[in-house]
């Protein structure tokens, strides 16, 4: 997998306009969220609606309570593995919110949007994510780390990590045993 000006080659490009710079530059964390729209249906145009601010809001009851939400993330990686790039990875994307985070050394972070970069997962908290959703998210965070070398291992995290009283995914569905397993095989 390859990287041009901050943009997956291999991804469908869909440019978000919720971003803006990041205030020190720092490339230093992924945070890994799962979502659904409408909650628990997949396929459809509704999530990449939502993060270019075309979300129609009639058209599920759902959408009325979210589509003047201003949010984004990196990348969306959909059941069947496909990426879909919002927002290059320089740039701050809006997926974490209010966040805090006691880093690998021991230091509290907080507003992770500012250093992290938001990959959606497609899915729910309870449903299995799909095996070509591992091999993508794999290929991926291998590109990733080699580009932003401050990206390691242990600079994973969940979005209910950092936000545990608001947020729970990608819930426990979310198998982060075998990801780390995958990963550890991908940059041996
Ligand atoms: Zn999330």
């Not at 999530?47 to 979210?66: C, R, S």
């Not at 990686?77 to 919002?86: A, K, M, N, S, T």
């Amino acid at each position: 997998m390859t990287l041009e000006q901050h943009w997956l080659t291999q991804a469908r490009r869909v440019p978000s306009p919720n971003a803006n710079a990041r205030p020190a530059g720092e490339v230093s964390a992924v945070v890994v969220h799962g979502i659904s729209l409408p909650p628990g249906e997949f396929g459809g145009p509704a999530i990449e609606q939502l993060f270019t601010n075309t979300l129609p809001p009639t058209a599920h009851p759902y959408f009325a309570t979210i589509a003047a939400l201003r949010v984004s993330a990196h990348l969306l990686i959909r059941r069947d593995g496909e990426l879909v790039q919002f927002v290059p990875f320089d740039a701050r994307a809006w997926h974490a919110g209010r966040s805090r985070w006691r880093d690998d050394s021991g230091r509290l972070r907080e507003g992770l949007n500012d250093f992290a970069i938001g990959i959606e997962l497609e899915g729910t908290d309870e449903r299995p994510y799909r095996a070509a959703q591992y091999h993508a998210l794999v290929a991926v965070l291998a590109t990733l780390m080699q580009h932003y070398p401050a990206i390691t291992p242990t600079r994973l995290v969940g979005h209910a990590h950092i936000a545990p009283l608001r947020k729970s995914d990608p819930g426990p569905a979310f198998d982060w045993a075998y990801l780390r397993r995958c990963l550890g095989r991908a940059t041996a």
